[in-house]
């Protein structure tokens, strides 16, 4: 890709023959290689060549607060110097960790008062869905092992958390996806619901799944069911409303504990801390977040979890909460989700969000209209667009046809960054982006859709 190697050829290089980029297709890497960026600023990134881009997507959906923030990096470098690590096992602690869990028990729902810190979304996952089986084992319910998830769901890329999403671009037989125990419902996605559907309708039809699914595997053997209040990376899927909490009422009817992954949909991405109760109406079991936490300036997760499943463990105090990591609770990490969340709060990026992102979801609307769209949708700054091969029938374009990758290309020829991502375009800018910058995205993002026309 000529743009791409003109960028200052020796790092382009080094990139290329060395650097193994996740979720890459080897063969076209190999000849394109990758666009190398050296330097971020707010919402724009620039590249080895000092090209300027805007990025919708957010890094990875996770650069909340923006790049280039002089105070985070001083409170990064501080808490560096001053205390770079200690151990967090057992009967050791650091005072950002101390008080990073406690302002999450602050911002969090309910009684989640309890937080397990790991090294991001996947480990969060990953030890949550532990959690299920330990918290319903020490109850004296050991069969309680089984997790129900659903189909488009992404939840981390660990081997169980793989194994437990499930986007159907990921599931290529060589990985051998584990299946014992793990059960997929289908994805809420309205676009998609049967067609002459009405959305009462389908949210009945999905709950109606998820009651089947219980009865034939027996609520003596479901320990919990996971969800994304919005599916991410599955496609930007706003279930019906009132199917998260019927969904909700399902699991506390069958004793299933609900995890709510907040990876992408926590600080602010919609407008709040945490989207399950303010946007949802419900108070889950447990949240997992990431990304947002530190807006991505340095790694951190976490599982945040009730009193009551804290309570339930500490009777089992005899046995061994066997899970960690050696960043577990890293100072630095830490440190840098207080100020993160501090910033959050002095400038109000919440309400800004809101603000913001209903403008946006506005904006983005007017590009319904243009062939191959064949569905915009969003929720304040997470959104994305549909290409389909025909806007009546909404059938889908074929899997080889890269006319998301065609788009995002040309966007990028015009210093935009989108996300390709099968059939979809997706953004999640930072959530300091102007009314300006959004008029920006969407002319730049309609001018490629029709260039590729
Ligand atoms: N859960 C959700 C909803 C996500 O979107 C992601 C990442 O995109 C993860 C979990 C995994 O997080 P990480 O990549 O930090 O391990």
Not at 64 to 92: C, H, P
Not at 148 to 164: K, Q
Request: hydrophobic share 40%; net charge negative.
């Amino acid at each position: 890709h000529a743009a791409h190697a003109l960028a200052n050829e020796a790092l382009w290089e080094k990139d290329r023959a060395h650097a193994v980029h996740p979720w890459t297709n080897f063969g076209p890497f190999e000849e394109r290689g990758s666009l190398i960026f050296t330097r971020g600023e707010g919402c724009y990134l620039w590249d080895a060549d000092g090209r300027r881009y805007f990025d919708a997507i957010g890094g990875m959906w996770c650069t909340n607060i923006g790049l280039g923030r002089r105070e985070m990096a001083d409170a990064i470098a501080e808490q560096a110097l001053r205390l770079g690590y200690s151990n967090f096992f057992v009967d050791t602690g650091n005072d950002a960790a101390a008080l990073l869990a406690a302002k999450l028990a602050e911002l969090a729902p309910g009684d989640l008062n309890r937080v397990h810190f790991t090294t991001g979304g996947s480990t969060a996952v990953d030890t949550a869905i532990r959690m299920v089986a330990y918290y319903h084992h020490v109850r004296g319910h050991p069969e309680k092992t089984h997790v129900v998830s659903r189909e488009a769901s992404y939840h981390g890329s660990t081997y169980l958390t793989i194994s437990v999403g499930k986007r159907y671009g990921d599931r290529i037989e060589e990985f051998r996806y584990k299946e014992d125990g793990i059960h997929h419902l289908s994805s809420p996605n309205l676009y998609r619901r049967p067609a002459g559907m009405d959305e009462d309708a389908f949210c009945d039809l999905l709950v109606a799944e998820f009651e089947d699914l219980i009865a034939r595997v027996g609520a003596d053997r479901i320990g919990g069911f996971i969800a994304e209040p919005i599916q991410a990376s599955g496609g930007i899927v706003i279930p019906p409303a009132g199917y998260l909490k019927r969904m909700w009422e399902v699991c506390r009817r069958h004793d299933i504990l609900f995890i709510a992954d907040e990876v992408v949909t926590a600080f602010g991405r919609i407008g709040h801390w945490f989207a399950s109760e303010a946007e949802f109406g419900i108070v889950p079991d447990m949240i997992t977040t990431a990304k947002g936490l530190t807006s991505g300036y340095v790694p951190l997760g976490a599982v945040i979890f009730s009193d009551r499943i804290w309570a339930t463990m500490a009777e089992g105090g005899h046995r061994w909460f066997s899970t960690g990591f050696t960043y577990s609770g890293h100072p630095v990490s830490c440190r840098a989700g207080l100020k993160n969340i501090e910033i959050m709060e002095r400038e109000g990026l919440l309400a800004r969000a809101t603000d913001v992102g209903r403008y946006f979801e506005e904006r983005l609307a007017t590009l319904a209209e243009l062939p191959l769209v064949g569905n915009v949708r969003g929720r304040k700054l997470m959104a994305c667009v549909e290409s389909v091969a025909n806007r009546e029938t909404k059938e889908p374009l074929p899997d080889e046809v890269g006319e998301s990758k065609r788009i995002s290309d040309a966007c990028e020829a015009m210093g935009l960054m989108v996300r390709p991502m099968g059939h979809l375009n997706v953004m999640s800018p930072p959530l300091v982006i102007t009314r300006d910058e959004v008029d920006f995205v969407v002319e730049t993002l309609g001018q490629a859709i029709r260039q590729v026309t």
